[in-house]
């Protein structure tokens, strides 16, 4: 496999204190429907992703599991279009047939 596209460890926001950290320093956003992505800049040379998909919204495991799957091989093969920010993904609501994920990522306005 091309180095380009695996997805490796470090590239996983694993702990709370680097979600929190996300979630403080909160500088780019967007939404629909299906997600809500939120985002600060990081100081790495790689973008980072942690996903959330809440009990509350999905409430099979073997949904969520898919749709953890989904967003980690949409970002796993298309992470060279990524800034090199860390990524929140919150999921809202499970569809049965997602055939395309797409994330427009805009900068919150501190004025």
Known sequence: M????KFLKKQKLLFNKQ?????NK?????????FTVIG????LNYSRIGIIVPKKN?????QRNKMKRLVREYFRLNKHKFFFMDYIILVKKYL?????INFKVYQINNN
């Open 40 to 43: 600060c800049i990081n100081n």
């Open 96 to 100: 049965l047939e997602i055939k395309q």
């Open 2 to 5: 091309n180095k380009k596209y």
């Open 26 to 34: 909160l500088e780019y956003f967007s939404f629909d429907k299906q």
């Open 19 to 23: 979600f929190n950290l996300v979630f």
């Open 58 to 62: 999905i409430r099979y495991s073997f």
